[in-house]
């Protein structure tokens, strides 16, 4: 399965490789990664259904923020599961996530615990 | 006899004659007017011949004897002595004629004419004497005159004077009470600016909290995924080394190297970010240091954008950072020139933030929210100098207006939005670098914000800093310098496409 994970700060791949390295060692779990929500779309191409099963995106972002970027991928691929990592906890971005279609919200620092067990959901 | 009646008359008629200069003895008053009206009454009886003859020589001869013993005796009737000195001669002669004609009236005949001659004389002796007395007075009263007025003369002077000097000192008074009062209200308007300028800090505080909130959970994020991962690769490196699988144990054991180094990078950055904050509020820790003002411009441009993102949640704009990489440390006060950086920054955010929002109002598309940081080398002057721009392609500052935005509370935010402090502490924030602070509109390919995405109305707003690498204007304890003069951004041009 394709993971799309998508934050301006470049370390949440090391981070997320690590914890996903078994996942990833028996291939069960494949981690893509974009630094923007512009690089995302990128990523995720124009063919319906898009390879990747699953994105993770920051909200803060400079350019598209995590929330336009939702409402872009929700538009074009209603089917596409997104949930969002943000360090605001708010209400308000939480509520507007999930307006957009947003499966989950995760704080920052992120709690990998749920965040696996969301995709192993999805396994 | 009648003459020494006469003449008793006209002595006492004389002292009782009081003129500018003299003034009749109160005591001798009466006395002499007495003495007058006897010598008249006499004088009276004597024409009508009602009087003894022998008795009346004795009265008019004691009369007369007492007017010149008294005038001699009492000092206060000295003035009658050139008088008595005028009619001595005629008064003896007189007596000498009348005791001659008495005792020797045989010898008389023979010295009739020259007794006549002599009385004569003595007749005009007196009146001549008399005539020059008078005369002599009258220049001597005039001179009195003259000095009585020259000394009333003196008086008003003195007392003009000393009115003048009693009104010099009102007023002197009066002023000290003034520019004492004006010195006070000088201090209390300095404390005032220094309250505002801690308030305009605080305000800046707060504007950042949130950025900073966000800025820190970040690497507190890392922090603490990174340690616990490697917490789990431990033991699965110790399952490794059970197996006997060296060569993954030690690609384990790399992982967890690169791990720690990125928890204490991040535990740094959120120490930098704590550390900042703390020196943006301080009060007068103003310490010049070498300072890396690309750090310094990338971390207020992060700081003020997640700032802004927190408290606003339609706010969205794209920021670059274009950094000159060989840009030398300047010997700055790092939280001065931060807050000025923020204080642009935040402007420009502010700015295409609200452009961007009319743009959505009006149903329009085609604006693309862009600030730009970036820095440089320039010459000025033979000299090398670091340039710092932050740039936005929002409508731009219109020309009536660039000149007031560095003064004091000028501020085109709606009211309670901005103190209007900001970009006049800035002003002086880099003033008192010995450095320039400029503002310019550039469409175009003058201004780094403005690209092909930017409407063509848009002028975009340019703020350029000019900071030499060292400081040769001596730096004052705290920030709070005096307000320098607004000059109008003539020397824009000088600064303006002159890269090293």
């Known amino acids: 399965m394709k993971i799309l994970i998508v934050d301006d700060e470049k370390d949440v791949e090391i981070l997320f490789r690590q914890k996903f390295r078994k996942e990833m060692k028996n291939d069960k779990l494949q981690l893509v990664f974009a630094f923007s929500g512009e690089e995302a779309l990128e990523i995720l191409g124009d063919t319906n259904p898009p390879s990747v099963m699953y994105m993770f995106s920051d909200i803060n972002m400079p350019g598209m923020t995590g929330l336009e970027l939702l409402s872009k991928v929700k538009h074009r691929f209603p089917d596409l599961k997104v949930s969002m990592i943000s360090a605001y906890g708010d209400s308000e971005n939480h509520e507007k996530a999930m307006n957009s279609g947003a499966q989950g919200f995760f704080t ?10 969301e995709i192993n959901s999805l396994l | 006899m009648n003459l020494f009646y006469i003449v008793t008359i006209i002595i006492a008629y004389y002292l009782t004659k009081s003129t ?32 003894h003859n022998g008795l009346h020589k004795i009265l008019s001869l004691s009369m007369v004897a007492g007017m010149i013993f ?11 002595r050139p008088m008595v000195y005028a009619w001595l001669p005629v008064i003896i002669l007189w007596l000498l004629d009348s005791l001659i004609a008495y005792f020797l009236p045989a010898t008389y005949n023979s010295w009739e004419d020259y007794l006549d001659v002599a009385m004569v004389f003595a007749f005009i002796w007196a009146v001549s004497l008399w ?15 003259k000095s009585l007025e020259k000394e009333q003369e003196f008086k008003a002077t003195s007392a003009m004077k000393a009115a003048l000097e009693v009104q010099v000192n009102d007023r002197t008074a009066a002023l000290t009470k003034q520019k004492n009062e004006l010195q ?12 505002l300028i801690h308030a305009e800090k605080m305000a800046s505080l707060g504007e950042l909290t949130a950025g900073i909130a966000h800025e820190i959970q970040n690497p507190l994020n890392f922090v603490n995924n990174f340690s616990e991962v490697s917490n789990e690769l431990l033991d699965e490196m110790n399952e490794e080394i059970e197996k006997g699988d060296l060569e993954e144990a030690k690609a384990i054991a790399r992982d967890i190297k690169v791990n720690l180094e990125k928890i204490a990078h991040h535990g740094k950055r959120a120490d930098a970010i704590v550390k900042g904050m703390l020196m943006h509020s301080r009060n007068n820790a103003a310490q010049q240091s070498p300072t890396d003002l690309n750090a310094l411009a990338d971390e207020y441009l992060r700081l003020s954008y997640h700032g802004l993102r927190a408290k606003d949640k339609s706010f969205n704009a794209n920021f670059k950072a274009d950094l000159a990489a060989d840009l030398p440390k300047a010997n700055v006060v790092p939280q001065d020139i931060g807050r000025v950086l923020l204080n642009l920054i935040n402007n420009a955010f502010y700015a295409v933030n609200e452009c961007a929002k009319q743009y959505r109002e009006a149903g329009k598309e085609g604006y693309a929210p862009m600030v730009v940081v970036a820095s440089s080398i320039i010459k000025d002057k033979g000299i090398d100098k670091a340039k710092i721009i932050v740039a936005d392609n929002a409508v731009g500052i219109p020309n009536a207006v660039q000149s007031k935005i560095f003064q004091p ?5 709606p009211t309670g939005e901005g103190t209007g402090l900001g970009l006049s502490l800035s002003y002086d924030i880099i003033k008192t670098h010995g450095g320039e602070l400029l503002v310019d509109n550039h469409a175009g390919k003058d201004n780094p914000a403005i690209d092909e995405r930017t409407p063509v109305t848009n002028k975009g707003t340019v703020f350029i800093i000019i900071l030499p690498f060292e400081n040769t204007v001596s730096l004052p304890n705290k920030t709070a310098a005096a307000p320098n003069k607004r000059t109008k951004n003539t020397r824009l041009e000088d600064f303006k496409n002159k890269p090293k």
């Open chain 1, 108 to 117: 920052k620092p992120i709690d990998f615990e749920s965040l696996k067990q």
């Open chain 2, 20 to 51: 500018l200069t003299y003034e009749v003895p109160a005591q001798w008053k009466n006395p002499l007017r007495w003495m007058m009206i006897s010598a008249i009454v006499l004088l009276t009886l004597n024409t009508v011949s009602l009087l």
């Open chain 2, 70 to 80: 008294v005038i001699f005796k009492y000092p206060e009737l000295k003035r009658g």
């Open chain 2, 131 to 145: 005539v020059v007395n008078n005369r002599q007075k009258k220049a001597l009263e005039i001179e009195k005159v």
């Open chain 2, 184 to 195: 006070r209200t000088l201090n209390e308007l300095k404390s005032a600016q220094n309250q």
């Open chain 2, 409 to 413: 509370f000028f501020t085109t935010k």
